[in-house]
């Protein structure tokens, strides 16, 4: 049998079947490792707010901002600079704002100039010939002049965008429709009067044949492609906010990103598994958040018959602790609806959840079981021996001699509903996407990124946790309920795929998941009970031990990384910085960016977001703005990013081989010095085809 590594040599030689083809790849390889990392771009929390997420995403989380101000610093005005970040942005809409205003007379008319005289443009022009000038109205040549200003502008960016990646990336990444042209304008550099002349032609052909508002628009697409090379998830894409699925769609046509899952992101993977307390979940915090047009037009799923449900057994009750959070509907007939839905499904929720108790008594939840203790007479709930009055007396379906069983009804709903999440064609597209982009944890780069805790005992150490009959901490955690999320999808043993399912909901809110933290998710008591002391959520002590180093560093070394110069990245827990908290925890060793995306948390936090950006100088944070609208953020050039903090700055600019895929680049470099060693010394021979 051939030893193991010249079969592998054989195989590398089909890639590489000569010594100039190993060589050429090995020099190629050596100049990517030298070129400066790609920008990598940090969101967690992003619940629903497909607005906000889209602008920060196209803003790159201020890495377009700050790319328009290094090209051109002090040659074009801040409210130029503006202007063309917002084009970048929104193309289509800006262009569609400022070209209806270069009417003849108007304020915004632009008086022609020679480019060479404009900030940030280089090079003259091809005069106009006379002939043309005469036929043109002034209004025509206000745009053609604006064109050509723009093109020149925005080529500009693309150029800086584009010179910390190889030709081959940025050729990949180019629009089939303009790829030659771009590359023509964008990769070559301007040498000689004789190619600037080139240059000069392709523009004014562009404009002259009608394409110039397509092809800004394919180089703004192309700018945001660019500026950002990778796209971190960091967990909660889902729930609160109107528009997850809008979401998903975006990230699915993403050239690069991983996925953190969130709780709230394993509670619909679980849903769309067919886990009923998954599901019934799902829909009451649709229906709490007035969003239950995200499973009824997003995702197409039946809720008619729930409604119809709701309506005939709650239709007398005003269901008082069931109102909706946030505006809703406005139509006064479907918001009643809505909140007695909210009621049937809630009380759905807690037969189910309490039936997935009794059936596993190793996930030790029983005090979650709370509708046995209620007296209904009384209109009481017994808890650690006291009684509390409930806020909602009327419960006609539950039998007190067995309040976690379903009714007929509710048993044929339940039924229906499994069978609508599971047949749901875009949902299960969705969930296949987050599982192959997703995972709970990733090491990135000398980063540890995770959606929500570590959990650990009240010394700081590793909280072992214990996952049908074994137990698990840190990394071991993370990597075995990970392989239970996969197995409720795909396990071939039944058995094995119920125990993935339900480990969902176990993640989702037990007091030992790593993405949830807390000692209980006090949903009942919120609903029906007035104490706030019983609707406290204690958090795990991860929480309250951020700034402590030693700590952090035993994080750090549990998944291989090193203590001095790696950081955990995080969020789940909305930082409140109107009351002067940091997402800088222990002198930067710890990033906790959730800042309240989602619009309910953000009188809490006082701000709408924070962003992280790691490029090849450093890290840097970005504190969000409320986002108004898309509408303003074209009219008035508003732009949410609003504060850039630098977290850590490097004293020499990272390069590709400082980062994983550096690694990796390496790795390859030396299999292929050992392939050109065999060829030379005539253990391969070179083919020539």
Request: aromatic content about 8%; overall charge negative.
């Amino acid at each position: 049998m051939k030893d193991l590594s010249i079969r592998y040599l054989e195989r590398l030689s089909d890639l590489y079947p000569t010594i100039a083809a190993a060589s050429t790849e090995v020099i190629n390889l050596e100049a990517i490792l030298n070129l400066p990392k790609g920008t990598e771009h940090f969101l967690t929390d992003i619940h629903g707010e497909y607005e906000a997420f889209s602008h920060v995403l196209k803003n790159g989380s201020g890495a377009v901002r700050r790319k328009v101000n290094d090209v051109f610093r002090n040659t074009l005005s801040n409210a130029d600079k503006r202007s063309l970040a917002t084009l970048i942005y929104y193309p289509r809409e800006k262009m569609e704002q400022v070209l209806s205003l270069h009417a003849p007379g108007s304020e915004s008319t632009i008086t022609p100039e020679d480019p060479a005289d404009t900030p940030g443009i280089p090079g003259p022009m091809p005069p106009i010939r006379p002939q043309d000038s005469m036929v043109k109205t002034q209004k025509d040549q206000d745009r053609e002049d604006w064109y050509k200003i723009t093109l020149y502008r925005l080529i500009q960016v693309c150029k800086s965008a584009a010179s910390k990646y190889t030709r081959s990336k940025v050729r990949k990444a180019l629009p089939p429709e303009f790829a030659y042209v771009i590359e023509e304008l964008v990769m070559e550099k301007e040498e000689g009067i004789d190619k600037e002349s080139y240059y000069n032609a392709i523009i004014q052909t562009i404009i002259r044949v009608g394409r110039a508002e397509e092809f800004i628009t394919a180089l703004c697409h192309l700018i945001q492609r660019l500026v950002v090379d990778h796209l971190h998830i960091v967990g909660d894409i889902y729930d609160r906010g109107p528009g997850p699925h809008i979401i998903m769609d975006k990230l699915m046509g993403y050239h690069s990103i991983d996925i953190q899952w969130g709780n709230h992101d394993v509670l619909w993977m679980g849903a769309a598994a067919g886990q009923i307390c998954c599901i019934a979940n799902v829909i009451r915090i649709c229906a709490r958040y007035g969003n239950l047009d995200i499973l009824e037009d997003g995702y197409g799923i039946n809720l008619l018959p729930l409604a119809t449900f709701s309506l005939a057994v709650y239709g007398d009750d005003p269901c008082t602790c069931f109102q909706l959070k946030g505006g809703g509907t406005g139509d006064p007939h479907e918001r009643e609806m809505n909140i007695k839905l909210h009621k049937a499904i809630s009380i759905i929720q807690f037969k189910a959840e309490g039936q997935l108790i009794k059936k596993n008594p190793q996930f030790k939840m029983e005090k979650r079981n709370l509708l046995h203790l209620m007296d209904l007479e009384k209109g009481t709930i017994r808890i650690d021996g006291q009684d509390y009055p409930l806020l909602d007396k009327h419960f006609p379906t539950l039998d007190p001699a067995d309040p976690y069983a379903f009714t007929e009804q509710e048993e044929e709903i339940v039924r229906r509903l499994e069978r609508a999440f599971l047949n749901c064609e875009k949902l299960q597209q969705h969930m296949k996407f987050l599982l192959a982009k997703g995972s709970l944890h990733k090491v990135y780069n000398g980063n540890l990124l995770y959606h929500g805790c570590i959990p650990l005992n009240e010394d700081g150490s590793l909280r072992q946790v214990e996952i049908y009959g074994k137990r698990y901490k840190g990394k071991a955690l993370y990597d075995v309920l990970d392989n239970y999320v996969r197995k409720g999808f795909v396990a071939r043993d039944e058995k094995e795929r119920q125990r993935g399912r339900d480990m969902m909901w176990y993640i989702w809110l037990h007091e030992d998941s790593p993405l949830f933290g807390k000692d209980k998710m006090a949903t009942f008591e919120r609903y029906f009970l007035a104490d706030k002391e019983l609707q406290r959520e204690k958090k795990n002590p991860y929480y309250h031990m951020l700034e402590q180093e030693e700590v952090l560093d035993e994080i750090l070394q549990e998944f291989g990384l090193p203590t001095e110069t790696s950081h955990i990245i995080n969020g789940h827990v909305p930082v409140k910085t109107k009351n002067g908290e940091s997402p800088i925890k222990c002198g930067g060793k710890a990033l906790v960016i959730d800042g309240g995306f989602s619009k309910a948390y953000q009188k809490e936090t006082g701000i709408a977001g924070y962003t992280l950006i790691y490029n090849s100088y450093g890290l840097i944070l970005a504190a969000h703005e409320p986002f108004e609208s898309t509408e303003a953020a074209i009219q008035k050039e508003s732009d949410i990013h609003s504060e850039s903090i630098v977290v850590e700055r490097v004293d020499r600019r990272k390069l590709v081989g400082d980062t994983d895929i550096g690694k990796e680049l390496k790795e390859k470099i030396m299999d292929l010095e050992q392939l050109l060693e065999a060829y030379r010394s005539g253990t391969l021979v070179e083919r020539y085809r």
